[in-house]
């Protein structure tokens, strides 16, 4: 069973830092990875889509990048901001079929002015 | 053109009741899903779909139904609420498949007393 983790589960950084939020995956078998961003209170937003044949994708000041050999996947904000405080789940796609998503438990982060 | 839209946004419940989810998408998605989101969880799939008259189980289907009769709606049907049924509950939609980037409402905050 494909299992997905996120570390750390908790990250409080100064405004204007560069972080790196970290997910990996026990099952390399992956169609995709994507990144999502949960504000409180609502839904989960599509952050980057990373395909299996892919490194990395960037988007603004996001990339995220994919080793799927190593199972791991980072996601690297630059000069953060407060307004990019927010849970930030990745999930990956198994190679099944009508394949369906697996969900990381999430990284909280706060950014602070 | 409003994206995923779930109602209601909170409800209670008590033990032993039933009620529906509803779930609508104006964006002529074929896939649909829903999840349930618990603390320290993550996210889990209920149930899904891959077109109208089209559904199959996910993670967690116990105690939940779902039909799919038209693209746009695809309602989650709680039979006999109970208090483990508690939680927030994500339906999401795309185009092509899971393993595209999915579309998430606001989510529904479900309490079964």
């Known amino acids: 069973k494909q299992e997905v983790t996120q570390i750390p589960a908790a990250l409080s950084v100064p405004e204007g830092e560069n972080l790196v939020l970290n997910c990996s995956f026990t099952d390399s078998a992956i169609y995709n990875l994507q990144w999502f961003r949960q504000d409180p209170g609502k839904g989960l937003t599509s952050l980057l889509l990373i395909q299996s044949s892919q490194r990395e994708q960037t988007s603004g000041r996001l990339n995220a990048s994919l080793d799927k050999s190593s199972g791991r996947s980072t996601l690297y904000i630059a000069a953060s901001q407060p307004g990019d405080s927010a849970t930030y789940l990745c999930a990956v796609s198994l190679i099944l079929g009508y394949s369906t998503l697996t969900f990381g438990k999430g990284t909280m982060l706060l950014v602070s002015p | 053109n409003a994206g995923v839209t779930q109602t209601p946004k909170f409800q209670v419940l008590k033990t032993g009741q039933s009620m529906t989810l509803q779930c609508a998408q104006d964006?002529?998605?074929?896939?649909m899903s829903w999840y349930r989101q618990d603390p320290g969880m993550g996210l889990r799939l209920i149930h899904y779909?891959?077109?109208?008259?089209?559904?199959d189980q996910g993670e967690v289907p116990n105690g939940y139904n779902v039909s799919r009769s038209t693209t746009e709606d695809f309602p989650l049907r709680l039979l006999s609420a109970a208090p483990s049924q508690t939680s927030v509950y994500f339906c999401?939609?795309?185009?092509?498949?899971?393993?595209?980037?999915?579309?998430f409402g606001d989510g529904t905050r479900l309490s079964i007393l």
């Open positions: 999401a939609s795309s185009t092509e498949g899971f393993d595209q980037p999915q579309h």
């Open positions: 779909s891959v077109g109208a008259g089209i559904t």
């Open positions: 964006m002529n998605h074929e896939y």
